[in-house]
């Protein structure tokens, strides 16, 4: 079975930080494409930030959070971090962690963790 399990939102401040992590189990962490994906009220899911298979050497981000986001991976826990900063209250949001095998044939998704900025 596998499993996403996000943790690390919450409530912050306009200019805070958060650090979110998602926790794999369940296949071979390093064989996943992943993903961050956050949705507010009455929106649509959007994808925020990627990070390819192996290394993670590639990563990609929506123009919204580019240089205020980072994603990351540490493959020998097989977690995916997603390091926030200058937070800003259009960043609240229920964000969720998406795992993708090789050649797109299953995707997984995590429960998703609340992020809210606001004073």
């Known amino acids: 079975q596998v499993r996403l399990v996000e943790s690390g939102g919450g409530l912050v401040q306009p200019g805070g930080s958060l650090r979110l992590s998602c926790v794999v189990s369940?296949?071979?962490?390093?064989?996943?494409?992943m993903a961050w994906f956050r949705q507010a009220p009455g929106k649509e899911r959007e994808s925020v930030a990627t990070i390819l298979a192996g290394r993670g050497v590639a990563t990609s981000y929506a123009d919204s959070v580019n240089g205020r986001f980072t994603i990351s991976r540490d493959n020998a826990k097989s977690t995916v971090y997603l390091q926030m900063n200058n937070l800003k209250p259009e960043d609240t949001a229920v964000y969720y962690c998406k795992a993708v095998s090789p050649y797109r044939r299953q995707d997984y998704w995590g429960q998703g963790t609340q992020v809210t900025v606001s004073a």
């Open positions: 369940g296949y071979t962490f390093t064989s996943l494409t």
